[in-house]
């Protein structure tokens, strides 16, 4: 199994829809967790932190459940733009496991 | 505000060359740097990281090797290359602890 697993998709949705993605993960002692987007032949860019009380930063939504061990990400009224993979990262004692990530397009 | 650089975005080596990519951060002291590796269509693979100035810890055996100089410069580095070597490189870096990391451009390597 692997350490933090994430639905590959890909999810296929129209402008407007919305989207969510979630993230389950194994080591219950891991202590921080982030979102990162990643366009095509790009580097991985930091999209939000997920805090426990559950966190928004305009049409993007995070949550983290640690009884269940996943983490989730909302993205409302998506716009063509948000076409990307979403990768999710669990942090532990300075090291970052990745998801492989999700890849969302989004269609006109 | 902090940066990093990466270079060189994209390299063409044949088999059994020698390889050295570059990475410096700027606008921080003492970061966590990390070298990895993305496959096509696959996720990222931890290959080095370090914690400070001459403190490598190595996630993957392989052909690989790196080394941290100065407090702000990440190389890596092969003295001979596998085909199998082919891939993104991404260098990133991160304050101590838990915090978020932050990538450069990457680097972009196809072995012939």
């Known amino acids: 199994r692997k350490e933090v697993e994430q639905d590959p998709g890909p999810f296929n949705v129209p402008e407007g829809a919305t989207v969510a993605f979630n993230c389950t993960y194994s080591?219950?002692?891991?202590?921080?967790f982030f979102w990162y987007r990643q366009d095509c032949r790009k580097e991985p860019k930091l999209l939000m932190s997920?805090?426990?009380s559950g966190n928004e930063d305009g049409r993007f939504t995070a949550q983290l459940n640690r009884a269940s061990q996943y983490i989730s990400l909302l993205i409302r009224d998506s716009k063509l733009s948000d076409s990307a993979t979403y990768l999710c990262?669990?942090?532990?004692?300075?090291?970052?496991?990745f998801g492989d990530g999700t890849t969302l397009t989004v269609k006109p | 505000s902090q940066t990093i650089h990466q270079w060189p975005a994209t390299l063409v080596q044949p088999v059994g060359s020698p390889l050295s990519l570059e990475c410096t951060v700027e606008g921080t002291s003492n970061p966590n740097l990390y070298w990895y590796r993305q496959a096509a269509g696959r996720g990222l693979q931890l290959l080095f990281y370090s914690v400070g100035i001459g403190q490598i810890s190595s996630e993957v055996p392989q052909n690989l090797s790196a080394s941290r100089p100065q407090d702000r410069q990440f190389i890596l580095s092969s003295k001979k290359l596998l085909l199998s070597d082919s891939g993104f490189y991404l260098c990133?870096?991160?304050?101590?602890?838990?915090?978020?990391?932050?990538f450069g451009d990457g680097t972009r390597l196809s072995i012939l």
């Open positions: 997920v805090y426990s």
């Open positions: 080591n219950s002692a891991s202590q921080s």
């Open positions: 990262v669990v942090r532990n004692a300075g090291k970052s496991t």
């Open positions: 990133a870096w991160s304050q101590q602890g838990n915090q978020p990391q932050h």
